[in-house]
Each structure stands twice: as C-alpha cells, then as structure tokens.
C-alpha cells in the first residue's frame, strides 16, 4: 500500500476498513492508527457516500482509543457531511469552522474536490459579513481572484434556489468585496484584478435579469450604512455600468 498513488491507496485502504467494519475485527492500537492515519492522509474527497460509514466508526474508534490525528480530515469529512446533511440547520459559521484554522494542508484536487462538495451548503448559513470574512480564512485560496469568482459564481447559483437567502448573501459578500478586498488589491497596485472581478460581477448580474439593479444599489447602500461603513467609490461606478447593460 506505500508504493501506491493516492487515489489507488485511498481505494484500498477504504476497501480494509469496511472488512473491519462488517467482520467486526479487532486490531491493535497500533494498526488501528496506521490505518486510520493511511487513510486520512490519502483520501482525495471524491465519492462521499462511500465514507460515511467509515467516518462514523473512525470517529468512535477515536474517541474510545484516544487516537488523535493532526490534521484531523476525519472532523474535516464530518463538517462537510454535516453540512450536507443539515442544509436547514441554524448553526454559527464560525461555531462550526473556528476550530480548522485555515486548511492549508489541503492541495491540488484534494482542495478542489473539498471546496467543490462543501461551499454551496456553507454559503446557505451566512449571515453577515463577517461570515463571509471566516469562510474565506478557512479556505485560504491560493488563487484568490479565482476563489471570489467562484465564489460569487456560486452565490449567484444559491439565489436561483431561494431568492431572498441568495440575495441577503450576495449583498454581504459585495459588502465585504468593495469594503475589504478591492482597498487591498489597490494598495498593492493590483487594480487589474479588481477590474477582473467588476467584469465578471457585471456578467453575473447580466446572466441574472430577474435581479432589480436599481433595488439591488438602494439595499447595498443600505447594507453599507447600516455596518457604519461609506459606500465605495468603486460600487458607484459599477452600479453605473449595470444600468448600462
């Protein structure tokens, strides 16, 4: 199992706990380790419903061996299911991710397969701002512009699903964007990419017609205010060129 890549090690390994599972073997606390530490160190976040099962009992065995894994993917699968599972929970954002730091120890598809089966069941609880700020500290993008065009993306998706929850996260995202984002990329004299991210928001909205522009800037505004912040130059402007469109 140590000469295989990761995909085909997560495959056996998973293949292994699922005979300890349903023929109720007893392993050492030693290979229980090493096997719960194989597989969290390989599995790629691909084919969830196979691993629930597994989740469950590493979580148990965990517990009752006192087995503790840095980093922990076990907890990290477990918030994903949760969060899959209780798409209508009324839970903190910050109660469920405070406690991962930022998952930096996920790369490559292994990220991407994480971020793609965990954001759009997260952005269903957010709140406010400040949701948006500990979601993007948790998933620490490497690509940052790409992320808030994903982002956004996604956002834009969950609106077409429930309209008045989409559209209260679109405005806090664009609170948080115009506020704390776009300042920071001017000051690194990165204003490309904030014209990058305008153009792509500007399509977005063109894609979304159903969404009132001329509502949509009477509610950021208010959005803006109501956070004791100034509305941004930079949103003016581009309130000015979505009345265009």
Do not use: C, Q
């Not at 503790?68 to 907890?75: A, G, H, K, L, Y």
């Not at 990290?76 to 998952?103: H, M, Q, V, Y």
């Not at 559209?167 to 806090?172: C, D, G, N, R, S």
């Amino acid at each position: 199992m140590l000469e295989l890549n990761d995909e085909n090690a997560s495959r056996e390994v998973i293949k292994i706990i699922n005979r300890v599972i349903n023929e109720k073997l007893l392993l050492s606390d030693d290979a229980t380790r090493m096997l719960i530490e194989f597989f969290e160190k390989h599995y790629d976040f691909k084919d969830i419903n196979e691993v629930k099962d597994i989740v469950k009992w590493i979580k148990l065995i965990k517990r009752i061996r006192k087995i503790n894994t840095s980093p922990d993917v076990t907890s990290l699968l477990d918030l994903g299911i949760f969060l899959e599972e209780g798409k209508d929970a009324r839970t903190k954002i910050n109660d469920l991710i405070k406690s991962f730091g930022r998952i930096n120890f996920l790369t490559g598809d292994k990220y991407k397969n994480f971020l793609l089966w965990t954001l759009p069941n997260i952005l269903r609880l957010i709140e406010d701002v400040e949701d948006h700020k500990s979601i993007i500290y948790f998933y620490n993008p490497e690509d940052e512009l790409e992320f808030y065009k994903f982002y956004t993306n996604n956002i834009f998706k969950f609106y077409e699903e429930n309209k008045e929850a989409g559209y209260h996260v679109l405005l806090t995202f664009l609170v948080y964007f115009y506020f704390y984002i776009e300042p920071k990329y001017r000051l690194y004299g990165e204003e490309n990419k904030v014209e990058e991210f305008n153009d792509f928001l500007i399509l977005m909205f063109s894609e979304y017609k159903n969404i009132s522009i001329e509502k949509f800037n009477l509610d950021i505004i208010n959005e803006f205010e109501s956070s004791g912040l100034s509305v941004p130059i930079m949103w003016k402007n581009i309130y000015e060129k979505l009345l265009k469109r």
